[in-house]
């Protein structure tokens, strides 16, 4: 009986390990585009900024934090149990150690030193697009999103093939009836194309919000009167969503952002039809847009 109990425990024990390693595998490419219940870390990254922000935190940061967590936890065990009042009935009066205080502010400071150097490195390589091929006007309101194509280099010709929209949440019963994503899915999600370099303007109309899309590494600040840019390229198809990242009035959680990576072949043919589907709006959209742009 006693060795049956112990093959049943090993057999669950390797079970357990078995979806443990599946979870491990599978939720990082399911985080790929979107969150999930119960994530753990960070949505996988579908840009070079991205892959560059995980490397300062996963590669840089989080080794220093946890080497500086368990150096303090040791030191702090140690002087607990070495310096309690029972071994040590009569305190130290010991006050002042030179080499000891030396070190520990020199070490911080090079430790800091290191930090700044990956960090400095990334807001810079993070900061604009370098020989973008197209731009993406984004503009923040109450609330709501308006994004501008403008499909020269330059970003600054509205003539040369560009289109403007509103994207708005849909309703959450809508959403529900239609099986889309609860407070994600978009009436006009933004289409984009994959292995291209696009510069993003991001202004404001009214107060402060943010464009925020986890998976490109992408978060600015849309303010009235100011044009802030980033930039994406992104590495694969797919669907990616983000949301507004700064409290803007009574209808914050509702600007979410619906981004479809498509090729560049079928990015082509949606700004045709594209085209074609927003030329028939009033144009307020574009003129918005477009405005904020300049």
């Known amino acids: 009986m006693r060795v049956t109990a112990i093959a049943r425990t090993r057999r669950l024990a390797r079970s357990a390990l078995s979806a443990l390693a599946l979870l491990a595998v599978a939720m990082p490419m399911a985080a790929a585009e ?23 935190h996963n590669d840089i940061l989080l080794p220093i934090i946890t080497i500086a967590t368990v150096f303090v936890l040791a030191l702090l065990l140690y002087v607990v149990f070495r310096f309690n009042h029972k071994r040590n009935p009569v305190p130290s009066k010991v006050s002042h150690n030179t080499a000891l205080e030396i070190a520990w502010t020199v070490v911080p400071i090079l430790i800091l030193g290191v930090i700044a150097v990956f960090s400095l490195k990334l807001e810079y390589f993070m900061d604009r697009a370098e020989h973008a091929e197209m731009t993406l006007k984004v503009t923040g309101h109450q609330w709501y999103w308006s994004y501008a194509y403008f499909m020269d ?31 994600l899915d978009t009436d006009n999600p933004v289409v984009l194309p ?49 949301q507004c990242n ?49």
């Open 34 to 56: 979107e969150p999930l219940p119960w994530q753990l870390g960070m949505q996988a990254a579908a840009s070079p900024v991205r892959e560059q922000i995980d490397f300062l």
């Open 194 to 242: 994959v292995g291209t370099t696009i510069r993003i303007l991001v202004s404001g109309t009214d107060v402060i919000h943010s464009w925020f899309v986890p998976a490109f590494g992408v978060q600015e600040y849309a303010m009235p009167g100011r044009t802030n840019e980033s930039w994406v390229l992104i590495d694969r198809e797919g669907t990616y969503y983000g």
């Open 246 to 294: 700064q409290i803007c009035g009574v209808n914050h959680p509702f600007m979410p952002i619906e981004i479809h990576a498509v090729s560049k072949e079928a990015f082509a043919k949606w700004l045709e039809e594209a085209k074609k589907k927003f030329a028939s709006d009033d144009g307020a959209a574009a003129t918005v847009a477009a405005n904020a742009a300049h």
């Open 153 to 183: 280099k330059a970003g600054e010709n509205p003539d040369q093939g560009s289109l403007a929209f509103d994207s708005n949440m849909i309703p959450e019963e809508d959403a529900i009836k239609q099986g889309k994503k609860r407070l």
